[in-house]
């Protein structure tokens, strides 16, 4: 079906739906450099109308390794790998791709990987550069996967790259885990990587998935590791009474245990 038949969309959003399980909502791709730029004039209208002291990425990665295999995709990632390719490479891949449109990422998996991080990447810069160019006391801040490999390699969000590169400010690892050990693990990868380059950590807690006590107890782990601060997702839960929250006063009971003097 043709990108620009009137069903194309809606067999898309029908697909995503149909399948949550896999992808948490339709996605626009990276690779296109109409939707860089329209992600890109979204920040920039917000930083010009509106005074804020921040600004946050979410969702800045792919859904999973089974996206983008978009026409533009494909076409900007054979042009990509192009020059880094012998010419008897370059002849033999341009035959299989008049076969198989999906050749240059089959043959060449590790380098499509390299190329999805380097589009989301190049947008997070992008962005990046122009706020502080235009508003350097802004934060900029990107909730990212806690398990660094799965960002990695099953998102293509290389976020320890952000912090090294000093394209991001704030990294906020959504460590969602109920498992304390696990949390505590994550975090301190993501403050190591975020320290070392003068960068900053907030710890993301599943509040939504524990009691009062268990966040408490990773607050205070998140402290003892150096992070720089902590968020609770999700603020919802947190007013709304529910088996793990049956007053409704979980921020009055997680403040009371760690926070008040």
Known sequence: MSPHDPRYR??????????RGELEGVYTGPA???VREHI????????KNYEVDGLHFDYVRFASPDFDY????????RKWLGPKLSKEERSQLKLASQ????AAPETYADKFGEFQREQITMLVERIYREVKRQKPQVTVSAAVFANHENAYARRFQDWRRWLAMGILDVACPMAYSTDTAIFRK??????????AAGRRVWAGIGAYRIPSESTVEKINAARTLGSDGIILFSYDFTVRPSELNPGGDYLGRVR???FDE
């Open 10 to 19: 809606a067999r898309i959003v029908e697909w995503s739906k149909a399948n």
């Open 32 to 34: 296109n450099a109409k």
């Open 40 to 47: 890109y004039k979204i920040w920039m209208d917000v930083l």
């Open 70 to 77: 978009s026409r533009t995709s494909l076409d900007k990632f």
């Open 99 to 102: 076969q198989n449109p999906l």
């Open 186 to 195: 994550q975090i301190e990868i993501a403050t190591t990587s975020a320290h």
């Open 256 to 258: 009371r245990s760690a």
